[in-house]
């Protein structure tokens, strides 16, 4: 009686009781399913988060973020930022973190020449006339061809990349062929077909130059990666019909113009004694800076020839090695930074001019050729020799809104570069580590238009056996031929 008295008590009081914990549970459950949810539904969708110990971002302020992050949507840049806010704003698809590595913007380099990478070593320490004339326009005449400067970029492309460069700027033969390549490597170009006033490998004549780019702009026009140039070699191997018909070319299409310019003191003085003209005087008395233009090397400037290429917003690829190489002197690159102008670091060669593609390389001796030159070791500091390795090559290639730096809305290119090998330590200032202690091999992964090219020191997407096999298998034939 009282059991069932009791349990008749219990029963309803024990029901009570399991209602209200399954009460209490189903909410608790479904607080906890709201805040995953939550964390979800505000969480904003992401293809890529990188994370590194450093993020050396470029930007106006030029902030470096300490355990930083950037996320990645598509082919730009979302979010730059601290890497417990990146991770609690984005659900991304797939992360890549590097505790011991610095995050940069993509190497830019202005000024090269892929193809000829075939050609690195072939002969060395000899004037620029003399490497031209006796070997290398004898092995371009024998040996380029498309099958060649496939091979070669190809080659180039690796190379810079695992160095750390997302972006070049080229000058050769059978340019189409230089961006299939750059395209298949999964990096950027502005590319220029080369006009010269002689017969070359893929044109005859200058005007048969002019008709192939044309053509080449056309196909390429409105690639993501790729931006065609035209690229009249120079004033001294161009008529200036050539030059104007250049420009004109160029502009019809909106596409940059790529030039070398006053690089040696040769050139110089020739212009001078035929037309009492610097050849920067010469090249914008003929309209060719009525455009967007980049400027190789530009060593014999003047103080009016900055004012000119101020004035018509040239960019410039300042080249150190080449110009130590070949012993062409010292670009007045200082007086020219203080002077507003865009100036951008470029490899040059990778043949005699320089023998290899490493950016890392052209920032430590830019930072150092100025130094030893002035006299003054405070001429191009750290901070100032990187931004010519980014933001400032952007800006010479006239494409600053979309590269340079880490910043949302830009394309995303950069790269991870360890940070972790004795050379690399102790570590107080990321700008003087970037310059001056690391080096190309460094990189170990590289993003291109949102795309991881590079991962862990290795291309994803070249077959680097074969590319070097290629290599071995040209120079064979490229000795032979100039026997
Ligand atoms: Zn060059």
């Known amino acids: 009686m009282l059991r069932s008295y009791r349990s008749r008590r219990l029963k309803p009081i024990n029901a009570d009781r399991t209602l209200l914990s399954a009460y209490i549970g189903v909410h608790w459950r479904l607080i906890l399913l709201f805040a995953v949810a939550a964390q979800f539904i505000h969480a904003e969708p992401a293809d890529t988060i990188w994370s590194a110990r450093y993020v050396i971002t470029m930007d106006a302020q030029r902030r470096v973020i300490e355990n930083g992050a950037v996320a990645i949507r598509g082919e730009r840049i979302v979010a730059v930022g601290a890497k417990a806010d990146i991770d609690r704003r984005f659900q991304p698809k797939q992360r890549l973190d590097r505790p011991d590595a610095i995050l940069a913007p993509g190497l830019i380099n202005t000024h090269a020449h892929a193809p000829m990478s075939l050609f690195r070593g072939i002969a060395d320490d000899m004037r620029l006339q003399d490497w031209l004339e006796k070997f290398i326009f004898p092995a371009e005449a024998k040996n380029v061809s498309p099958d060649f400067v496939r091979w070669g970029t190809r080659l180039a492309c690796l190379e810079m990349l695992l160095a750390g460069a997302t972006t070049y700027t080229d000058m050769y033969y059978f340019e189409d062929i230089v961006a299939e390549a750059t395209k298949e490597a999964g990096m950027r170009g502005v590319l220029g077909e080369t006009i010269i006033g002689f017969p070359v490998p893929d044109n005859k004549t200058p005007a048969g130059a002019l008709k192939f780019t044309e053509r080449y702009i056309a196909r390429f026009r409105d690639d993501p990666l790729i931006i065609p140039a035209v690229a009249p070699h120079a004033l001294y191997t161009n008529s200036d019909e050539t030059l104007k018909a250049s420009r004109a070319l160029a502009n019809?299409?909106?596409?940059?113009?790529?030039?070398?310019?006053?690089?040696?003191?040769?050139?110089?003085?020739?212009?001078?004694?035929?037309?009492?003209?610097?050849?920067?005087?010469?090249?914008?008395?003929?309209?060719?800076?009525?455009?967007?233009?980049?400027?190789?090397?530009?060593?014999?400037?003047?103080?009016?020839?900055?004012?000119?290429?101020?004035?018509?917003?040239?960019?410039?690829?300042?080249?150190?090695?080449s110009n130590m190489k070949l012993a062409s002197g010292v670009a007045p690159v200082p007086k020219m930074l203080a002077a507003g102008l865009h100036v951008g670091l470029g490899t040059d060669g990778p043949a005699g001019s320089n023998n290899d593609s490493d950016m890392f390389i052209e920032m430590n001796l830019a930072a150092k050729l100025h130094k030893v030159f002035s006299g003054d070791p405070r001429i191009l500091p750290a901070t100032t020799t990187?931004?010519?390795?980014?933001?400032?090559?952007?800006?010479?290639?006239?494409?600053?809104?979309?590269?340079?730096?880490?910043?949302?809305?830009?394309?995303?290119?950069?790269?991870?570069?360890?940070?972790?090998?004795?050379?690399?330590?102790?570590?107080?200032?990321?700008?003087?580590?970037?310059?001056?202690?690391?080096?190309?091999?460094?990189?170990?992964?590289?993003?291109?238009?949102?795309?991881?090219?590079?991962?862990?020191?290795?291309?994803?997407?070249?077959?680097?056996?074969?590319?070097?096999?290629?290599?071995?298998?040209?120079?064979?034939?490229?000795?032979?031929?100039?026997?």
């Open 252 to 321: 019809r299409y909106g596409m940059p113009l790529v030039i070398h310019l006053s690089e040696t003191k040769k050139e110089n003085d020739d212009t001078l004694a035929k037309r009492k003209m610097t050849p920067a005087a010469v090249l914008d008395s003929l309209g060719v800076f009525a455009g967007r233009t980049i400027a190789a090397h530009c060593v014999w400037l003047t103080d009016n020839d900055i004012d000119i290429l101020r004035s018509r917003n040239v960019g410039v690829a300042h080249c150190p090695s």
């Open 386 to 483: 990187l931004e010519m390795a980014t933001i400032g090559g952007a800006r010479a290639l006239g494409m600053e809104k979309e590269i340079g730096s880490l910043e949302p809305s830009k394309r995303a290119d950069m790269i991870a570069v360890r940070i972790d090998r004795p050379h690399a330590v102790p570590l107080y200032d990321v700008y003087s580590q970037m310059v001056y202690a690391l080096k190309g091999a460094d990189v170990r992964d590289v993003m291109v238009n949102g795309r991881t090219v590079v991962e862990d020191a290795h291309s994803l997407l070249l077959d680097e056996k074969q590319i070097l096999a290629k290599a071995a298998e040209y120079r064979a034939r490229i000795s032979a031929s100039l026997r």
